[in-house]
């Protein structure tokens, strides 16, 4: 049987919608400023942005970042100063590899990064696969990563909910479905609602699911050979798989929500859930509990 260990109250989170542009790293910093600071404004103590947030969704290596770089400084300075969270979505750069990564920087500077493990198939061009699924210690809150399309694999909400996770935050670069025929399957295909498919994991592995998207529409240019239309949106999902708050934006235009989570929730859910439990998560993953039950840190260059 696990051991539920006595939650802390509640955390303010802050989830935005930004639009970030491809190849404009300066001005995509720029604009997270901004956003972090109406987020601090409303007490937020933990702000996510999008998959890729600062370098924008790109395929090209050149606009890749170092997660030790001036920019991912700036973010941490300002996460520092505040004394609050943040986590950022670029392409990184790390030694001859690049990835789909998703930072974590608290009050004591630079915590880690979560590396996207299932990539889309333009992704696997040029991207690696990230081989973890750290957990992020958010002051006493304990924080797992699914970017994109991770959060469609039900194994890893299991893996980070029974290595202690209570919140699972998910940047995603979404679109709206260019073959929907009319308004009504338009807005059938957006962000917003895949929430069918979390709300069932959220409730079975008695998680917050944390989601966020990009946001706006950008037409083809030197860089990119494709028309991307995302469908912005953010929305927050409760243990018991209950929508607490979301976005109501249909229209790409960037959007912040701010949600307050008792997390005592989580520790009452898990308490009464049979299943989670009981359920033998070592026979089915193995070594990836014990291996995988650490706080993310920086591996050593």
Not at 30 to 40: D, Q, R, T, V
Not at 171 to 185: H, M
Not at 286 to 299: D, E, Q
Request: glycine fraction near 6%; charge should be positive; hydrophobic fraction near 35%.
């Amino acid at each position: 049987m696990i051991s539920v260990k006595k939650t802390k109250g509640n955390i303010r989170i802050a989830t935005i919608s930004s639009k970030n542009l491809v190849g404009c790293a300066q001005e995509n910093l720029e604009n997270h400023i901004n956003w972090i600071k109406k987020a601090i404004a409303s007490g937020a103590q933990f702000v996510g942005f999008p998959e890729c947030s600062l370098t924008g969704y790109t395929k090209q290596k050149n606009d890749a970042l170092s997660i030790k770089g001036k920019k991912i400084d700036v973010i941490s300075n300002i996460a520092k100063q505040s004394k609050i969270y943040i986590s950022v979505g670029l392409i990184e750069k790390r030694h001859k590899n690049y990835f789909n990564s998703h930072v974590v920087v608290g009050p004591m500077g630079l915590i880690g990064a979560m590396r996207k493990i299932n990539l889309t198939p333009g992704e696997r061009i040029f991207l690696a696969s990230g081989k973890d699924l750290p957990i992020f210690n958010i002051g006493t809150v304990k924080l797992g990563i699914t970017i994109c399309s991770d959060s469609r694999c039900f194994e890893n909400y299991r893996i980070l909910a029974y290595n202690g996770a209570e919140i699972i935050f998910a940047p995603f670069a979404t679109q709206d479905n260019p073959v929907a025929k009319d308004e009504k399957s338009q807005k059938a295909s957006t962000f917003e609602n895949v929430d069918y498919l979390r709300k069932h994991f959220a409730s079975e592995c008695c998680i917050y699911f944390v989601a966020c998207n990009n946001a706006g529409k950008f037409k083809k240019n030197n860089k990119e050979e494709k028309i991307y239309n995302f469908s912005s949106g953010a929305f927050v999902i409760n243990p018991n798989g209950k929508v607490i708050n979301r976005s109501r934006i249909r229209d790409n235009k960037e959007v912040m929500i701010v949600t307050d989570l008792d997390l005592n929730c989580v520790e009452l859910k898990r308490k009464k859930s049979f299943f989670f439990n009981y359920f033998k998560a070592s026979f089915y993953y193995g070594s990836k509990i014990n291996k995988l039950n650490k706080l993310a840190r920086l591996t050593p260059d």
